[in-house]
């Protein structure tokens, strides 16, 4: 397991980490997982044995049992907890109440949220505070002055965000370097073979303004598992059975698991060990989030930190997954032509 710098700060996080979104179950999540206290604490003894320091999960996940379970976890096992990264999110609804300051990024639910989530986590600071998404109605001064209240408090250490627009992203930065509040270091966004949109705007700004990437989802919701192939019926007790999410082109996807196949024959491992590998070949991304629902799929998981590629197996990767080209980047490719040395120059 390699550890790499969390955005512009000094932490270091493993290039893994352990996602906690199949901890608990409670209604809707049960599609998800519904993992209880017991298998969550082998999960993480093995990630943490297999050199994870990173966990993440959210006050939503599973009505807030996530949190509950990782901090039970986190105390049975007695880890240390300054060797132990932990990263929770604010945002969503957390429980079956139906008022209008129960959702979104106001002082008002941020400030209840930090607490209650320390509180289900039982820690006096949490690593790493996502924002989940963004909130349209808040002013985003509001929401990140009080998230550095919280880091000024001592209840958080850094702040990240999660599904924002590029704009909204650089946004942000700009308004927390004017008012000289801390800023985000990370971003975790959907990305993974099946899904690269996010090379099209928001990994080049990540990489200008040196904020980590930390994909979600880097199996697209289990269709790069292995246990999906164009010729077979979904799988008994896949979660894209029951929960079609993310939204993926199927056909392309299939051609990209078409690829693959060779691949994993000849290093003799699941796709899924290939698709995480891929990812952390990208020298943009941070960590890579993982989902497991047993140790033995974890541990398959984790041993995408040993697999390389070879050039050719990078260039088969890339052609079944690349993005076509829109605008204005076949434009800026155009151009960038003439400013490159040797380029032609246009006449006066």
């Known amino acids: 397991m390699q550890y790499r710098l969390l955005g512009q700060t000094g932490l270091y996080v493993s290039e893994i980490c352990l996602g906690t979104m199949t901890f608990g179950g409670d209604g809707f999540w049960k599609v998800i997982g519904e993992l209880g206290i017991d298998a969550a604490t082998e999960l993480v003894n093995a990630a943490f044995d297999g050199g994870v320091n990173f966990f ?14 990782l901090g039970k976890a986190l105390q049975q096992l007695g880890l240390p907890r300054d060797e132990v990264v932990i990263a929770t999110k604010v945002r969503e609804r957390v429980g079956k109440g139906n008022t209008p300051n129960q959702i979104g990024l106001s002082r008002h639910h941020i400030l209840n949220g930090v607490d209650r989530s320390l509180k289900r986590l039982q820690v006096d600071y949490i690593d790493l505070y996502q924002v989940h998404g963004f909130d349209l109605l808040t002013p985003i001064e509001e929401t990140l002055s009080v998230l550095d209240d919280v880091i000024t408090a001592g209840k958080v250490r850094y702040i990240g965000l999660c599904n924002f627009s590029a704009w909204q992203i650089m946004k942000a930065l700009a308004i927390a370097d004017k008012y000289q509040w801390h800023r985000f270091e990370s971003v975790q966004a959907y990305y993974s073979l099946a899904g690269r949109d996010l090379e099209r705007e928001i990994i080049p700004l990540a990489q200008d ?46 051609k990209i698991i078409d690829a693959l196949q060779p691949i994993a024959q000849s290093h003799n491992c699941s796709i899924a060990r290939i698709a995480l590998a891929w990812l952390l070949s990208r020298n943009y991304v941070t960590s890579v989030l993982i989902g497991a629902k047993s140790v033995e799929q974890l541990r398959d998981n984790l041993m995408a930190a040993e697999l390389t590629f070879t050039d050719d197996e990078l260039c088969a990767i890339d052609e079944s997954s690349r993005l076509p080209v829109e605008y204005p980047q076949w434009m800026l490719d155009y151009q960038a032509k003439e400013r490159s040395p040797g380029g032609s120059r246009p006449a006066s």
């Open 209 to 254: 303004q040196r904020l980590s990437i930390l994909p979600w989802s880097p199996l697209a919701g289990g269709l790069l598992s292995g246990k999906f192939e164009r010729e077979k019926d979904n799988p008994t007790g896949a979660r894209r059975t029951t929960f079609d999410f993310p939204p993926v082109d199927l056909e392309r996807t299939y």
């Open 56 to 69: 993440d999960t959210a006050d939503v996940y599973s009505e807030g049992q996530s949190e509950v379970i």
